[in-house]
């Protein structure tokens, strides 16, 4: 229930986000926009590619839950769990643990250790961070940037 909530808000966030920026600049048009409206507009698109990642990783965090709520008599360990690459990992699993920020599937091991499956890619938590970063760099500098002046009449 949880990840249907946040893929709700996380969309309309990205919608919304996209909206302002290219609603914006289709108002003005890029050349006629200044400083400060293209930094905005920048900020916003930046925003909402962050949370289109943001996403994208939800996405597949629900699809990996699915997989183990419908395992039925094959429910342990998990699917998700299971990696082709380390079978012996598998061998010991006791549990398992979601994580939103960033989105992971997390397996509980016997001894203690843990690891993420890779169902959710691993470009989701840096890809989401660094886009979140520009956008709230590219609003800053928009703060900064002092509104433009109107033209003045050029014939006085």
Not at 84 to 100: K, N, Q
């Amino acid at each position: 229930m949880t990840i249907l909530a946040l893929l709700v808000v996380a969309a309309l966030v990205c919608f919304g986000l996209a909206d302002y920026g290219f609603g914006r600049l289709g108002q003005i048009g890029v050349r006629r926009a200044d400083r400060q409206t293209r930094l905005r507009c920048a900020a916003a698109l930046a925003g909402a590619a962050a949370a289109a990642v943001y996403v994208w990783g939800l996405l597949n965090l629900g699809v990996a839950m699915l997989d183990t709520d419908d395992s039925g008599t094959d429910a342990f360990p998990t699917r998700p769990c299971r990696t082709a690459s380390a079978p012996e990992a598998a061998a010991d699993v006791v549990g398992h643990r979601i994580e939103y920020v960033p989105p992971r599937y997390i397996c509980l091991r016997r001894s203690g250790e843990n690891y993420a499956t890779d169902d959710v890619p691993g470009f989701v938590g840096p890809g989401a961070a660094g886009l979140a970063a520009t956008a709230a760099l590219c609003a800053l500098l928009a703060g900064m940037t002092p509104p433009a002046s109107p033209p003045k009449p050029s014939g006085q």
